[in-house]
Each structure stands twice: as C-alpha cells, then as structure tokens.
C-alpha cells in the first residue's frame, strides 16, 4: 500500500510547537484491510496459518514533525507510516503531546487531545492558551 501521511488541523491560542513526545508515544490508530475478492474490509486480520503473510504498519519516526502557530487552521503532515496490507482509517488523539507559549516559550507537557479541546493558562505570559477543534485526515503520500 506505501505510504500514507497523518495530518492534522486544529486551532491554536498563543501556543506553538505541539508535537508527540518520546520515541515510545502511541498512536492510536484504527485500521482496515482489503480482503481477498474485494468483499469490502475489516477492523482486524490475523496472520494466515497457511501463508504465514503479515499486514503492517511501520512509524516512520524520521517524519515526525511538530504542528507550529503558522499552521494554525490548515492541515499539515505531522508522521508517515509504511503499511503493508493495512490502512489507517482513524486516529484518535490521546495523552502524550507538548507545546510551547508563542511568546513565553512555557513547555506545557503531558496534553491529552482526547475531547479534541485542550486549555490551560501560560504564567509568565498571563495569559490563556488552548488547542481547539482537533481533526485529522490521512493522505497517499
């Protein structure tokens, strides 16, 4: 299947920089796989007893990129992933993203995207910083 890239959209309040944190962040990925005879797909495959043939996904961490203030209300490419007999279908944002304040550069850590929404309130700035309206299409790269 090759490549297919994760973009993201969202709009950001006085924050920049949101990005996966660490080499082990879990992406929460909902997956599909075409059956033989184009009979439609299906949420889960297990390896064939007879073929022994195994359906992938590999994150390419080399394209992991950060979604910056300039971004802001666009979609942009924030990973690839190499599948092989597997496609993603859906990703649901959880715990584990960081940012920064545009002017402070206060590191806000441990963001959980989960309701889509995420608010909290930059000290040295004073002032309110959030991520809103989080949504996410993948594309053939």
């Known amino acids: 299947m090759g490549k297919i890239a994760l973009q993201l959209k969202a709009t950001l309040e006085n924050v920049t920089n949101l990005r996966p944190v660490g080499e082990d962040f879990r992406w929460y ?3 599909s796989v075409a059956l033989k005879g184009g009979r439609g797909s299906a949420s889960m495959v297990q390896k064939c007893k007879l073929c022994a043939r195994e359906n992938s ?18 979609f942009k490419t924030i990973v690839e992933f190499e599948c092989r007999g597997l496609e993603p279908v859906d990703f649901q944002p959880q715990a584990g993203f960081a940012a920064e304040g545009v002017e402070s550069g206060t590191v806000f850590s441990d963001i ?3 309701e889509k929404d995420w608010t909290d309130y930059d000290e040295k700035a004073q002032e309110s910083v959030g991520i809103y309206e989080v949504t996410h299409q993948f594309v053939k790269c």
């Open 112 to 114: 959980n995207l989960q």
């Open 57 to 74: 996904i590999e994150i390419l961490s080399s394209t992991i990129k950060s979604y910056n203030a300039e971004d802001h209300e666009k």
């Open 29 to 31: 990925l909902k997956d």
